[in-house]
């Protein structure tokens, strides 16, 4: 069984960063909350994507270019959490992916080019619409996206605020603690999990069942 972890671009500034990323795999290991299932960490967006926001102001770059020039602004990202974390490996899709946690290596998605080949294959689990090319969609609606198009277990969202907890999805999407996209996904994910990754010891916290919160 699959977990998605999202991790928020908010968090590259974080001085414990590291200690963030090694918790997060060690819910993976026997006795705790992850054990019998296997992990792709999905790097978000922060500063990085921020650049092509402002490139496309300053540039007006159209809404299909700067998507994918944001998509791949994740893999320089995805390279800083992979530098911060011991044995893990750049994936570009689940068969990857279930291959490394094979190995003993923690999977970090290359975004953009799992993208490509998700969008241009329909051979590898549910089929969902592909994302529109605009700004609502963030690696928050990217990370809820794989985990339907792949059937994870769980989606765990890593982030700079504590849970929203008891706050529907759709009042966490108008607040802007996710992104406009991600309420229309979050449903289809059997249950969606929160890691406020700013106080340590940090731990996952149960947000969404079926898009909606736990009591």
């Not at 291959?99 to 689990?125: H, I, M, N």
């Not at 969202?157 to 802007?176: H, N, Q, T, W, Y």
Request: hydrophobic share 40%; glycine share 6%; aromatic share 8%.
């Amino acid at each position: 069984m699959l977990v998605v972890i999202k991790v928020g671009g908010s968090l590259y500034d974080y001085e414990n960063l590291r200690e963030v990323l090694a918790s997060i795999r060690s819910w993976f290991q026997p006795g705790r909350p992850y054990s019998d299932c296997s992990p792709l960490l999905i790097p978000g967006g922060g500063a990085t994507a921020d650049v092509i926001r402002d490139w496309q102001k300053q540039h007006q770059i159209e809404e299909e270019a700067a998507h994918w020039l944001a998509c791949e602004s994740l893999e320089l990202n995805a390279r800083l959490i992979q530098s911060l974390l011991p044995e893990s490996r750049l994936v570009d899709h689940l068969e990857q992916s279930l291959g490394a946690w094979k190995e003993g290596l923690f999977p970090v998605l290359r975004t953009s080019r799992a993208l490509q080949l998700a969008e241009s294959s329909s051979e590898d689990g549910l089929q969902p619409e592909p994302l529109p090319h605009h700004w609502d969609v963030t690696s928050d609606s990217i990370a809820a996206w794989f985990a339907c198009r792949w059937q994870a277990r769980h989606l765990l969202l890593c982030k700079s605020i504590p849970v929203p907890d008891k706050m529907p999805v759709l009042e966490a999407s108008r607040s802007g603690i996710v992104d406009p996209f991600f309420p229309g996904l979050a449903g289809h994910i059997p249950r969606i999990d929160w890691c406020y990754a700013r106080q340590l010891p940090c731990n996952s916290i149960p947000w969404l069942q079926q898009g909606y919160p736990i009591s």
